[in-house]
């Protein structure tokens, strides 16, 4: 299982151990990460599980998809490497992957 780092807007390091093919979004509610709510339940309908990604991974977390685009368009601090958690599928390749975790999902 890849160990997934989160960081709290604060700087806090949160991880876990994320099974493959798993959503980032999971890893963080199964192990009651603050910071990712996760409160549709990863069907991409709230963007409370909204994260960014670490500018060294974006090559392998992948693409956002035009929908997921126009979710993350309704967050409050929308960035260039922001996702939805729900969306990202944990891989062996994001071994140490780091997200970095919005102020406020409201």
Known sequence: MPL???VSDDGNMYEADVPIGNSVMNGAVENMIDGILGEC?????C???HCYVD???LDKT???SDTELEM????????PNS???CQIKVTEEMEGL???LPQSQY
């Open 98 to 100: 780091t997200v970095h």
């Open 41 to 45: 339940g990863g069907v991409m309908s």
């Open 4 to 6: 997934i780092f989160y």
């Open 83 to 85: 996702r939805l958690s």
């Open 72 to 79: 993350i368009e309704a967050t409050s601090d929308p960035r």
């Open 47 to 49: 963007a409370t599980c």
């Open 62 to 64: 992948g693409t956002a």
């Open 55 to 57: 500018e060294k991974w």
